[in-house]
């Protein structure tokens, strides 16, 4: 059973985002913002009330809820859900301990230290099944489907295996990346096991999650610009390129319809020609990118971009907000095709809410005052492709 026509759920009344992750022409560029479902909102606080950050991720209503309270506030405004958890509900899904500190992040108390660690063999030994353990996952996405009456999309999403290794050996966020770095130049073997391990759990998770109702999935690296380009191809790239090769299989194996699959590597700008290579039918952009230099890659390889504003505009004011729009407008070849709107990572705290009202207000607006398609000519296409080919010089990808 197909979930995107799944009898279960209302049919889909703005399907602009899915359109357009496929590739096709749109009105519009469809749009909504990583972490749209967070601290800035204070509706948010107050439905979280006094419940552990994965007390909520764990009840399917307060998930949920949460989900919803962007798509409502934002109603005629923004074109996706993204449901509410976290990307690290996989290494809990192994074993490991995770705790969110408020105002500090995730902790694990006891990291995987070293290949020798008894911890990384009973993680790479224990027999994990993400259908059973991450059911309160699939309950909440169905539950979401359901509330959300097809007015939006919803997107499902899990943790690149690069970034889970990141978090499963530091035990929590980094600067350093001491652990990581030891894992990758030092244990490569044992390193590879894990990511290895990790990406067959991320194909299973993300088709259960579509059996569940997500109609578009979204894979985020967001600790990929910590790594040189010759190791992001080693470490970072052959486990992203494994969730995309395997998903559409198992999606056909569970007779479900194949949804887009979209890649988010943070920081690895130097890898845009080789994500547009893969099966992912969006990549994900940061705000290192400059809009129509990207385009003209993306174009080329016929891939649909997503991004890719500085969160901290927001913090900007209106004049600020104004002028990035423009220029991913602009750039993004006027907004017609190929092109998701939204920040170049998640929204951070202390955004004002109306301000990224704002930011919606002008994607619309600005989309809507271009009526030509730019389609980038050659010229552009091969000044874009020498300016890549410059930076990756100058990177020493070479
Ligand atoms: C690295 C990462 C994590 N989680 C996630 C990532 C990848 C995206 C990225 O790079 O930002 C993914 C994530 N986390 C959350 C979502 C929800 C859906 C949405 O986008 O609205 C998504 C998609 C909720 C959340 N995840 C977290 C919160 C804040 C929890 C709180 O204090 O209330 C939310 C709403 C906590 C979290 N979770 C994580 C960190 C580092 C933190 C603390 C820092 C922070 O809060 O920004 C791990």
């Not at 209302?10 to 469809?30: C, F, H, I, S, T």
């Not at 050996?169 to 490569?188: C, D, L, N, P, Q």
Request: include cysteine.
């Amino acid at each position: 059973m197909a979930s995107i026509a799944d009898p279960q759920f209302e049919p889909l009344k703005n399907d602009l985002l899915l359109r357009v992750a496929r590739g096709q022409k749109a009105e519009r560029p469809p749009c909504w913002v990583m972490r749209q479902a967070g601290r800035y909102l204070p509706e948010y606080h107050e439905a979280k009330g006094q419940n552990d950050f994965f007390e909520c991720c764990r009840s399917p209503e307060i998930a949920s809820t949460l989900t919803l309270q962007p798509i409502d506030r934002y109603e005629g405004l923004i074109d996706a859900a993204i449901i509410f958890s976290d990307i690290l509900v996989i290494p809990q899904a192994m074993g490991m301990e995770v705790v969110m500190v408020p105002e500090k992040g995730p902790h694990f108390p006891n990291p995987l230290s070293s290949p020798e660690d008894e911890q990384y063999r009973e993680v790479m030994e224990r027999e994990c099944d993400v259908k059973e353990s991450l059911d309160y996952v699939y309950k909440a996405i169905t539950m979401t489907r359901r509330k959300l009456k097809g007015r939006v999309p919803l997107y499902g999403f899990c943790g690149a295996p690069f970034t889970l290794m990141c978090y499963m050996v530091e035990g929590g966020g980094s600067k350093m990346f001491r652990h990581a770095k030891t894992w990758i130049f030092k244990y490569a073997v044992e390193a590879k096991k894990l990511l290895q391990k990790i990406a067959v759990l991320c194909v299973e998770y993300l088709a259960q999650q579509v059996v569940a109702g997500a109609q578009i999935v979204q894979v985020f690296d967001s600790w990929a610009g910590e790594l040189s380009p010759t190791s992001f191809k080693e470490v970072a790239l052959p486990y992203l390129v494994y969730i995309c090769d395997n998903l559409p299989a198992r999606l056909r194996e569970l007779g479900q319809e194949v949804v887009p699959m979209v890649v988010f590597a943070k920081g690895a700008w130097y890898a845009l020609d080789d994500l547009c290579k893969t099966k992912y039918d969006v990549i994900g952009l940061d705000w290192l990118h400059e809009p129509k230099e990207a385009y003209a890659v993306a174009q080329k390889h016929g891939k649909v971009l997503q991004g890719n504003a500085d969160p901290g505009i927001l913090y900007g004011g209106h004049e600020a907000t104004t002028k990035v729009v423009e220029e991913m407008v602009e750039g993004f070849g006027g907004g017609k095709q190929g092109w998701i709107a939204n920040l170049g990572h998640g929204i951070t705290p202390f955004v004002k809410p109306d301000d990224l009202k704002f930011f919606f207000q002008e994607i619309h607006r600005l989309s809507g005052l271009r009526q030509e398609r730019h389609t980038p000519s050659k010229a552009d296409v091969e000044a874009a492709e020498q300016r890549m080919h410059t930076r990756n010089i100058l990177q020493g990808d070479w």
